[in-house]
């Protein structure tokens, strides 16, 4: 049962509570969490009692004190669900591993506990209208004032924006600073702030059940004992954390190829022309054969690349590779798998569909497969 050869007996033990817990709390109920375009607050708090919710943090702030392969587990698990529950790997493995890297001990107290019950939903606000590969270009600014900054901007496309209560803003405290990125500083900026205001929920081509949303800071003062980590140098914190978040992001679309492979070969199986099943023609076959090589690749790749990753190991490259290709094949499988499916993996009711529709962001965020070629193309001296 283990997938990966770092598995022991008890992540298999808590890759099965979990799928169990998920195939009652969220498979059923996912169709109507894309209906809603939203996941209720109350499955976080399920996720919380259940100690899904950053099991990485600490006991002593409420966590399991687990490692990244639990976090693995759970990406993969809700991934396989839909991949509108990233929202969840997002606030895992994305945001409150800022709080735990860069926090004041008074701020891992005051948030942590939250974060890991489920009570608080985080996010993280990096792009804005008019950045977002450029992210050094951001104009949200916050202006120190005394005891307070007084934040001012916009930013799009926030995961997690409409259900979030604690949004972790990039801004820009030094505005002359040159290059940049050097100006650049992490604020939490908590739900119910005076001047922060959450806009329109984005009404997106696929992961209709996750909340993707503009937010609006208007001379919002927010307590400068938010600021996490130190001023000016929130650039340098994105850049190490970000590894992670494209290393969830390549873990995510393995899982989508996997599903989608799958479901493609019990239809083929099943579905008849000419006299035989689908699954006997050889175009079929061949098709079939070439995405179950690439995804034995992909897993392979993923293997090495998580063990490196725990291990402290510079993965930059690795990780930016496995972010492009694994979004990249996933987007390709998708389109050969619906074409298998004939008009029915044009219809809503099948879940290649879904996936179809799914997918091609992952191309896009976390840092575009294009930026991802930049930084690999930087590193090899070109
Ligand atoms: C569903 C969804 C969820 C998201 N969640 C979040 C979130 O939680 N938090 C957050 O901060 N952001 C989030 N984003 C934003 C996402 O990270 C950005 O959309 C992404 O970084 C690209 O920025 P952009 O949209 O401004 O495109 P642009 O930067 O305008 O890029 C447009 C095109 O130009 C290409 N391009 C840009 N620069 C170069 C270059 N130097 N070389 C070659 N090609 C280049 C890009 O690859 C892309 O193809 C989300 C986006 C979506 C769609």
Same mark, same amino acid.
């Given at each position: 049962?283990?997938r990966?050869r770092?598995?022991?007996?008890?992540?298999?033990m808590?890759r099965?509570?979990?799928?169990?817990?998920?195939?009652?709390e969220?498979v059923?109920?996912?169709e109507?969490?894309?209906?809603?375009?939203?996941?209720?607050?109350?499955f976080?708090?399920k996720?919380?009692?259940?100690?899904f919710?950053?099991p990485?943090?600490?006991?002593?702030y409420?966590?399991?004190?687990?490692?990244?392969?639990?976090?693995?587990?759970?990406?993969?698990e809700?991934?396989?669900v839909?991949?509108?529950?990233?929202?969840?790997?997002?606030h895992?493995?994305?945001?409150?591993?800022?709080?735990?890297?860069?926090?004041?001990?008074?701020?891992?107290?005051?948030?942590l506990?939250?974060?890991?019950?489920?009570?608080?939903i985080?996010?993280?606000?990096?792009?804005?209208?008019g950045?977002?590969?450029d992210?050094?270009?951001?104009?949200?600014?916050?202006?120190k004032?005394g005891?307070?900054?007084?934040?001012?901007?916009?930013k799009?496309?926030?995961?997690n924006g409409?259900?979030?209560?604690?949004?972790?803003?990039?801004?820009?405290?030094?505005?002359?600073?040159?290059?940049?990125?050097?100006g650049?500083?992490l604020?939490?900026?908590?739900?119910?702030?005076p001047?922060?205001?959450?806009g329109?929920?984005?009404?997106? +081509?696929? *992961?209709? /059940? %996750?909340?993707?949303s @503009?937010?609006?800071f =208007?001379?919002?003062?927010v307590?400068?004992?938010?600021?996490?980590?130190?001023?000016?140098?929130?650039?340098?914190y994105?850049?190490?954390?970000?590894?992670?978040e494209?290393?969830? +992001?390549? *873990?995510? /679309? %393995?899982?989508?190829? @996997?599903?989608?492979? =799958?479901?493609t070969?019990?239809?083929?199986?099943?579905?008849?022309?000419?006299?035989?099943?689908i699954?006997?023609?050889?175009?079929t076959?061949?098709?079939?054969?070439e995405?179950?090589?690439?995804?034995?690749?992909?897993?392979?790749?993923?293997?090495?690349?998580?063990?490196e990753?725990?291990?402290?190991?510079?993965?930059?490259?690795?990780?930016?590779?496995?972010?492009y290709?694994?979004?990249?094949?996933?987007?390709?499988?998708?389109?050969?798998?619906?074409?298998?499916h004939?008009?029915?993996?044009?219809?809503?009711?099948?879940k290649?569909?879904?996936?179809?529709?799914?997918?091609?962001?992952?191309?896009?965020?976390a840092?575009?497969?294009?930026?991802?070629?930049?930084?690999?193309a930087?590193?090899?001296?070109?």
């Amino acid at each position: 049962m283990a997938r990966y050869r770092f598995e022991e007996e008890e992540h298999t033990m808590f890759r099965k509570s979990l799928r169990k817990f998920l195939e009652k709390e969220a498979v059923p109920q996912y169709e109507q969490w894309e209906k809603d375009r939203l996941i209720p607050k109350s499955f976080w708090r399920k996720l919380g009692d259940m100690g899904f919710l950053c099991p990485q943090v600490e006991e002593r702030y409420g966590g399991l004190g687990l490692d990244f392969r639990y976090g693995v587990i759970i990406g993969e698990e809700m991934e396989r669900v839909g991949a509108s529950l990233t929202g969840v790997g997002l606030h895992n493995d994305i945001t409150v591993p800022y709080i735990e890297a860069y926090g004041t001990e008074q701020q891992k107290q005051e948030w942590l506990p939250g974060c890991i019950s489920g009570e608080y939903i985080t996010a993280i606000a990096m792009t804005e209208p008019g950045a977002g590969s450029d992210l050094a270009n951001i104009s949200a600014t916050a202006v120190k004032d005394g005891d307070h900054y007084i934040v001012n901007g916009q930013k799009t496309f926030i995961t997690n924006g409409i259900n979030s209560t604690h949004v972790l803003v990039v801004v820009k405290t030094d505005l002359k600073a040159e290059p940049k990125h050097k100006g650049i500083s992490l604020l939490m900026v908590e739900e119910g702030t005076p001047g922060f205001t959450k806009g329109r929920k984005l009404d997106k +081509v696929g *992961l209709h /059940a %996750q909340d993707t949303s @503009e937010l609006y800071f =208007e001379d919002c003062k927010v307590p400068a004992a938010n600021l996490v980590g130190e001023e000016n140098k929130g650039f340098t914190y994105l850049m190490e954390k970000l590894q992670q978040e494209r290393l969830v +992001v390549a *873990l995510a /679309a %393995q899982i989508a190829s @996997e599903d989608m492979l =799958e479901m493609t070969i019990d239809y083929v199986k099943s579905r008849k022309a000419f006299g035989k099943p689908i699954s006997a023609f050889q175009n079929t076959q061949f098709k079939l054969v070439e995405m179950a090589t690439e995804i034995e690749l992909g897993k392979a790749f993923l293997e090495s690349l998580i063990e490196e990753h725990m291990a402290g190991k510079d993965v930059v490259s690795k990780v930016s590779m496995a972010k492009y290709w694994l979004t990249d094949t996933a987007k390709k499988i998708s389109g050969e798998c619906m074409q298998l499916h004939g008009g029915y993996g044009y219809m809503e009711e099948y879940k290649i569909a879904r996936r179809y529709r799914d997918i091609p962001v992952a191309a896009i965020y976390a840092g575009s497969n294009e930026i991802m070629k930049t930084i690999i193309a930087k590193r090899m001296g070109l």
